[in-house]
Nanobody
């Protein structure tokens, strides 16, 4: 099994920044083959949506509403993926989840518990 633990959420004013982290742990065997890490979010009364994803080949994908504001990055040595969020808006308020998968973004096998991001003045 792979465990994913998110951190870095909180309350921030509009225009502010936050950096989310997702640390992966598990046996080398269980982590082997994971080729895509992603961040999803689910806002109040909304469906879960993909925010950003990154593959081990360097392919990165963002949803349109966060392009130019959010940056996904990873540290393979620390088995950690980050989401730098700048110029935050109230509509970014959501529970943010980290996900890991072996199918190049088609499906995700492992999910974290989520970290809450609230953008409000």
């Amino acid at each position: 099994q792979v465990q994913l633990v998110e951190s870095g959420g909180g309350l921030v004013q509009p225009g502010g920044s936050l950096r989310l982290s997702c640390a992966a742990s598990g046996s080398i065997f269980s982590i082997f083959g994971i080729n895509t890490m992603a961040w999803y979010r689910q806002g109040p009364g909304k469906q879960r949506e993909l925010v950003a994803s990154q593959t081990t080949t360097g392919s990165i994908n963002y949803r349109d509403s966060v392009k130019g504001r959010f940056t996904i990055s990873g540290d393979n040595t620390k088995k950690t993926v980050y989401l730098q969020m700048n110029s935050l808006k109230p509509e970014d308020t959501a529970l943010y989840y980290c996900a890991a998968g072996r199918t190049w973004g088609r499906t995700y096998d492992y999910w974290g518990q989520g970290t809450q991001v609230t953008v409000s003045s």
